[in-house]
């Protein structure tokens, strides 16, 4: 019996073997590797190819004069060559409308982009009305920016404005007036003026029997205001905001003040409009605050023998500041197209809009290596010093700087129709400095 047991379990092992010997022999599947949580996993074809524009239309809202929004239409229109898909809604906002602020409050929520002066720019970004733009600044854009400019669209780290072009007070002079009224033994009044010169002015304009008003200023600009206050007196034209009030409680500044107030009779509140020009050449005013593009604009016009007469004066531009009335592109919070509007943007501001910008209406560009590109007589700021003009940022750096200057227009104009003492002017503007830190 033992021996049959041992056979029978030889031949139930044997039987095993043969039906397992096709199961043994298979190969083994083994899974694909995944992609390791440390590595990218492979592109598809898809993600290789070109990303293609996505259709936005963009609306703008520019604070511009008429000519330079034709200007804008015409170079956005230039870039549709290459933006087929980019359209743009166009809306001018009239510079001197009184409520301007509130004004791009509503279009900042409504638009997707926005031409603005710069003083507005931190104001709006506060309100959480803006997105940052720093990604609009391609290549060299921003090294190429003047620091007095991209100071003022810079906050809480950021860049929140695209700086498009600016456009500075100037000092024009009439050169026949200023010969007219040289005593006999005197030298020559040339400019620029010291502050005594300027005191005198109006008296000698008098004792020569001349009806020319002694200064032609723009009675509802604060900036011109500051313009003539920095090139009188020397200092920077953001002085009046300095709260240790060293810069603005001096003997200077009241001699400037009391000027303007002791003279009122021979100063001309008035706006470079058409028929200004010719009457200046003529001599109705021995000298006028204008921005740079009216000067330029303006002499441009006249003829030749007229324009002679008159001269401009920038030397006031050598000190550290020298307010530089630009404006700047920003991004409204609200728009659906951010990417859209930023290489737009970007392309806005590219040099050669900048140099058809300045050709066209004067406005400066912001770029410093363009300036050995523009043609005419333009100032030479790409070789502007490092503690001068523009490339200092100002002293007023706070988001209500709009209101601030609004508040110093209502103190001039106070102070112009004589309801005000100077100390009591001082007092107040003192007051409103205190309001807007206790703002800020």
């Known amino acids: 019996m033992g021996r ?48 293609e524009e996505e259709p936005a239309e963009l609306k703008a809202a520019v604070v511009s004069d008429e000519p330079g929004f034709e200007l804008l239409r015409e170079q956005a229109e230039s870039l549709r060559s290459r933006h087929p898909d980019t359209s743009v ?74 700086p498009r072009d600016f456009d500075p007070y100037v000092i ?88 303007l107030s002791g003279e009122r009779v021979g100063l001309s509140l008035t706006k470079p409009d058409g028929s200004f020009w010719p009457a200046f050449a003529a001599g109705k005013y021995a000298a006028a605050v204008v921005r740079e593009s009216a000067a330029a ?24 500041f020298v307010w530089p009335s630009g404006t700047s592109f920003v991004v409204s919070s609200g728009t659906e197209h951010e990417e859209a509007a930023r290489s737009w943007i970007a392309e806005m501001t590219e040099a050669a809009n900048q140099l058809q910008t300045y050709e066209e209406t004067g406005r400066l560009p912001v770029y410093r290596s363009l300036y050995e590109r523009l043609t005419g007589h333009p100032p030479d ?26 508040r110093l227009g209502a103190l001039w104009k106070d102070w112009m129709e004589g309801r005000l003492s100077l100390e009591e002017w001082k007092r107040r503007w003192r007051s409103s400095l205190a309001d807007a830190q206790a703002d800020d």
């Open 89 to 162: 809604e166009w809306v001018r906002i009239e510079p001197d409308r009184a409520d301007l602020g509130l004004e791009l409050r509503d279009y900042a929520r409504e638009a997707d982009v926005l031409l603005v002066p710069n003083e507005r720019v931190r104001e709006l970004a506060v309100e959480g009305s803006l997105l940052p733009v720093d990604a609009a600044f391609v290549g060299e854009a921003l090294s190429e920016q003047f620091n007095a400019l991209v100071s003022q669209v810079k906050w809480n780290g950021y860049l929140w404005g695209v």
């Open 172 to 259: 024009v002079w009439n050169r026949n007036v200023l010969d007219a009224i040289r005593a006999a033994d005197a030298p020559a009044l040339s400019p620029p003026l010291g502050l005594p010169q300027w005191q005198s002015l109006p008296r000698l304009l008098a004792d020569k029997g001349l009806i020319a008003s002694w200064l032609a200023i723009d009675g509802s600009d604060p900036l011109a205001f500051l313009a003539w206050l920095g090139a009188v007196t020397g200092g920077r034209q953001d002085a009046l905001f300095d709260r240790t009030e060293e810069s603005w409680n001096g003997e200077g500044f009241d001699r400037a003040m009391e000027l």
């Open 381 to 406: 700021l790409a070789s502007a010093g490092v503690r001068s003009f523009p490339n200092q940022p100002p002293l007023a750096a706070e988001p209500g700087l709009s209101g601030q200057l609004e």
């Open 4 to 51: 049959r047991k041992t056979l029978l379990v030889v031949i139930v092992l044997g039987l095993m073997a043969l039906l397992l010997s096709p199961w043994t022999s298979a190969p083994v599947a083994v899974p694909e590797p995944s992609a390791s949580p440390n590595e990218p996993s492979a592109p598809t074809p898809a993600a290789t190819l070109p990303a």
């Open 297 to 320: 604009k303006g002499l441009s016009e006249l003829p030749a023998s007229a324009a002679a007469a008159l001269s401009v004066d920038r030397s006031f531009w050598d000190s550290a």
